[in-house]
C-alpha cells in the first residue's frame, strides 16, 4: 500500500510540471501532491479493501474469518453454505429481562431448496455463553427448516420458539460464544460457530 502510494505521489508531481513549480513554489506543488495521495489512497482502499480488515483476517485462526461487524466465524460448513452473522436481537419480556433470537445471512451453494438450523447435529444443543461464563440453552433439541434457494443471498431469521435464547439480562450487550448446526443432508452438515455477537435490544432487523 505504502509504495502505491509514493507511485501516485510521483506521478502527480509529473503531472504539475516545471511550469507549476514556478507559478506556485514548491509549497504550492506539495499541496497538490498530498491531495493526489489523499485521491489515490481511497482509490486503493476502496479496490483492495482496508489495511486493518487484512491484519484481521490475517490474525484469525485458521479456518476462522472476521467480519466488518466484529463477529468472527468458523463455518466448517463453508464448502455448501456461506453464511455472514448479522447479530442477536433481544425481546424486552420485563424491565430487566428479555429473549433473544439470532439473524443471519446465508448463501446455499448446492442445489438444495431448504437448509436447517438449530442443534441436532452430532447431538450438541445450540447454545450461547454471555462474556461471564453463564450458558443458555434452547428449548428443542432439534432444527427447523428455511428457504435457501441455492446462489441468492438470503436473509434468515431464527426466530422461533424453540431458537430463541431465553431470560438474558437486558444489561448482556454481547454473547462471546454462539453455536448453532447446519444441514441439507446427510452428507451437508456442520456445526458453526460465532464469537463477539452484539444483541440488539427492541430493535428490528433491516
Keep these: 500500500m505504502k509504495n502505491l502510494l509514493k507511485a501516485v505521489l510521483c506521478l502527480a508531481l509529473l503531472a504539475c510540471g516545471t511550469s507549476a513549480v514556478n507559478a506556485q513554489g514548491l509549497g504550492g506543488l506539495l499541496n ?9 489512497e481511497a482509490v486503493v482502499t476502496k479496490v483492495l479493501g482496508s489495511e486493518k480488515s487484512s491484519e484481521e483476517n490475517a490474525s484469525a485462526p485458521a479456518g476462522q474469518t472476521v467480519g466488518f461487524s466484529g463477529i468472527t466465524i468458523s463455518n466448517p460448513a463453508s464448502s455448501f453454505i456461506e453464511i455472514e452473522p448479522v447479530g442477536l436481537y433481544g425481546v424486552s419480556k420485563s424491565e430487566n429481562f428479555g ?57 434468515i431469521v431464527l426466530d422461533e420458539p424453540g431458537l430463541m435464547f431465553t431470560d438474558i439480562k437486558k444489561d448482556v450487550n454481547m454473547m462471546q460464544q454462539v453455536k448453532f448446526g447446519v444441514t441439507t443432508d446427510a452428507q451437508h452438515q ?17
Excluded: C, H
Design 32 to 40: 497538490k501532491g498530498k491531495d493526489a495521495v489523499k485521491k489515490g
Design 190 to 206: 456442520g456445526n458453526v460457530t460465532l464469537s463477539n455477537v452484539p444483541i440488539f435490544w427492541d430493535q428490528v432487523p433491516e
Design 99 to 155: 429473549d433473544a433470537y439470532l439473524v443471519l445471512k446465508v448463501k446455499n451453494l448446492i442445489p438444495k431448496d431448504i437448509t436447517r438450523f438449530g442443534s441436532s447435529v452430532q447431538n450438541q444443543k445450540m447454545i450461547a455463553v454471555d462474556g461471564n461464563g453463564k450458558v443458555y440453552n434452547i428449548d428443542a433439541s432439534g432444527t427447523y427448516g428455511y428457504d435457501t434457494p441455492e446462489g441468492l443471498v438470503v436473509r
